[in-house]
């Protein structure tokens, strides 16, 4: 019998990471993802996994990459300042290739910002917070169902190809309550990291298999492998040579890009007949939705595209509908973030028009349904 539940978004995403195999999280309590901590401490010890409180927001991330070289699926979880601080270490997982899941719930910043706020201010930091170049992975929840299977989801793109995932969900998703219906084992993918198949002294830590990622043992499995944040060679050791830092640095960028079609997702609602397009994501996507649908019944030619990767950023389907719309109104809680991404996807086809929300309040539907018939 379906078990149904009335969870908070921040609860949905840590039972969705036990649900993914998670046995470890290391962090540090932060608003408004403190949640998901306090989660993973009552219920990691009842399956035999480990919840370390660390000393700040690097311990955190520092202690979850270590529980993954291990060999346990691993976690941490933040918001926007400790995103920042954790940003040095994810580049780390980036070059070592360590597969694990940052949840940010995202508050206004700068620093310390708004704690108890709501917000989508970390689009670009996911993307850019980090040096370096690397594939991200990123996905925006909108509802507890959602926070809860996209969290497994995170865990299995985390370990196919070898690299820390983010959830970015909005302190509005993690904060409220909503039914969820759990599914039952078995009815989702669960994805584990590739092992050798060859022999301890016949291995070589980095050298990719034809998907470009490589194997990766546990340390205590019996395989040397050598883990720094500088760029290596196939075996794992520090390198200046040319061809074997583009060998490296292509790698991890390409692991990612050539499997996009397969990464990025999105939905659409009344697009069909559409005139204009309303893009947003997280708890703004709710209020959206909203709005369209009373405009339908007013007859106005609305649809909503919400994507769910915000990276890789769905940029070849925004470009096909913005041939046949005339606008594209893109509202965030921000100062405008995705909308440069969608005017790059566009390219002058359609008129795109930015609605930026940054006072720590979410959008209402009547606000949103009032941007639309500006410009109808």
Same mark, same amino acid.
């Given at each position: ?6 969870? $908070? ?6 039972m969705?990471?036990?649900a ?17 901590? &306090? ?32 060999? +346990? ?10 995103? !920042?601080?954790?940003?040095e ?10 597969p694990?899941?940052?949840?940010? *719930? ?10 108890? =706020?709501?917000?989508?201010a ?16 990123a %996905? ?16 299995? /793109? ?14 509005? *998703? ?13 009815? %989702? +993918?669960?994805? #584990?990291?590739? =092992?050798?198949?060859?022999?301890p ?14 194997? /990766?043992?546990?340390?205590g ?7 720094t ?43 069909? #007949? ?10 703004? !996507?709710?209020? !959206?939705?909203?709005? *369209?649908?009373?405009?339908r019944? $007013? ?16 940029d ?6 913005s ?6 109104i ?15 996807a ?13 006072n720590?309040?979410? %959008? =209402?539907?009547? &606000? ?9």
């Amino acid at each position: 019998m379906a078990q149904n539940e009335f969870w $908070q978004g921040n609860k949905a995403i840590a039972m969705g990471a036990i649900a993914a195999g998670c046995r470890f999280f290391g962090g540090y309590p932060i608003t408004p993802s403190t949640e998901v901590m &306090e989660t993973m401490s009552e219920e990691l010890p009842k399956l035999g996994g480990k919840f370390v409180q660390m000393e700040d927001e690097i311990g955190g991330i520092a202690s979850a990459l270590g529980a993954s070289i291990a060999g +346990k699926k691993a976690m941490t979880a933040s918001s926007g300042p400790g995103i !920042s601080l954790k940003q040095e270490l994810l580049g780390f997982g980036y070059i070592a290739e360590i597969p694990i899941v940052v949840a940010d *719930i995202m508050r206004g910043g700068p620093s310390t910002g708004l704690p108890t =706020k709501v917000s989508q201010a970390d689009v670009m930091q996911a993307k850019w917070g980090t040096h370096g170049d690397h594939g991200t992975i990123a %996905y925006a929840p909108c509802s507890i169902p959602e926070c809860y299977t996209i969290t497994i989801k995170a865990f299995n /793109m985390a370990e196919r190809f070898r690299q820390p995932v983010l959830v970015m969900a909005d302190e509005v *998703i993690g904060h409220m309550r909503e039914k969820i219906t759990i599914p039952e084992p078995g009815t %989702y +993918k669960i994805v #584990d990291r590739k =092992k050798p198949t060859v022999a301890p002294d016949d291995f070589i830590p980095y050298r990719a298999d034809a998907d470009d990622v490589p194997p /990766m043992p546990a340390f205590g499995d019996g395989y040397r492998w050598h883990v720094t944040g500088l760029t290596t060679n196939e075996w794992g050791f520090p390198t200046n040579d040319a061809p074997d830092i583009g060998l490296k640095a292509n790698r991890i960028v390409r692991k990612v890009e050539r499997f996009r079609d397969e990464i990025v997702e999105y939905r659409e609602d009344f697009m069909d #007949d559409a005139e204009i397009v309303v893009v947003s994501y997280g708890s703004v !996507s709710r209020s !959206s939705l909203r709005a *369209i649908r009373e405009l339908r019944e $007013q007859g106005v030619k609305v649809g909503h595209f919400r994507p769910i990767t915000l990276w890789p950023f769905p940029d070849k389907e925004i470009a096909a509908f913005s041939k046949r719309v005339k606008r594209i109104i893109v509202p965030e809680l921000n100062a405008g973030q995705m909308v440069r991404e969608v005017e790059r996807a566009v390219k002058a086809n359609c008129e795109v028009i930015a609605k930026n929300l940054i006072n720590g309040e979410l %959008y =209402k539907p009547a &606000e949103i349904m009032s941007f639309i018939k500006e410009v109808a």
